[in-house]
T-cell receptor, first 113, second 113 residues
């Protein structure tokens, strides 16, 4: 157990729908990162939050949004889902100044049918 | 435009031999590099890192080499063990203080008994 908790582990939904993925960071970690891994692709950075504020944005679609709450958990909202949104979505957390990169959760596998 | 490349999607090595995984990057401003290992159904886990002020970092059976002039790094695993079979991701960032990392597409290593 890495200490980063992602729920749900699996999600199957229809095109056009909206889903919310949840991430609880490791205790003490202030930064949360969201990554997308499509089939046979590397991890694509979506967005980073630090202590409740958006810190950096990557290749995140306008249909996607995220937020980090006062208790530091984060949610990634995906709307108007398309078949191509099917992927593994990873959350990672870190303490600012951590020399060892991120700690990843085990991911949420989203299947859009 | 892929800033971090891992040109070998897969690699097979005999148990006990050396595994060499390669990674190339295009952004000369990257100054911190990591390797992550990922097993199926799990999130990536940190393996080893190197700062651009070094050209080698060793941790047990794992050694990372950095050639800044060639914008190339490699991960050596000696001796390779069947439990090393996983997907290995190379990642790069600007600094090591909470910056988001850019990941390569990964190389699937199979260590044959």
């Amino acid at each position: 157990d890495s200490g980063v908790t992602q729920t749900p582990k699996h999600l199957i939904t229809a095109t056009g729908q909206r889903v919310t993925l949840r991430c609880s960071p490791r205790s003490g970690d202030l930064s949360v990162y969201w990554y997308q891994q499509s089939l046979d692709q590397g991890l694509q950075f979506l967005i980073q939050y630090y202590n409740g504020e958006e810190r950096a944005k990557g290749n995140i679609l306008e249909r996607f949004s995220a937020q980090q709450f006062p208790d530091l958990h984060s949610e990634l909202n995906l709307s108007s889902l398309e078949l191509g949104d099917s992927a593994l979505y990873f959350c990672a957390s870190s303490v600012r100044g951590d020399n060892y990169g991120y700690t990843f959760g085990s991911g949420t596998r989203l299947t859009v049918v | 435009d892929q800033q971090v490349k891992q040109n070998s999607p897969s690699l097979s090595v005999q148990e006990g031999r050396i595994s060499i995984l390669n990674c190339d990057y295009t952004n000369s401003m990257f100054d911190y590099f990591l390797w992550y290992k990922k097993y199926p159904a799990e999130g990536p886990t940190f393996l080893i890192s190197i700062s651009s002020i070094k050209d080698k970092n060793e941790d047990g059976r794992f050694t990372v080499f950095l050639n800044k002039s060639a914008k190339h790094l490699s991960l050596h695993i000696v001796p390779s063990q069947p439990g090393d079979s996983a997907v290995y991701f190379c990642a790069a960032s600007l600094g090591n203080y909470g910056q988001n990392f850019v990941f390569g597409p990964g190389t699937r290593l199979s260590v044959l008994p």
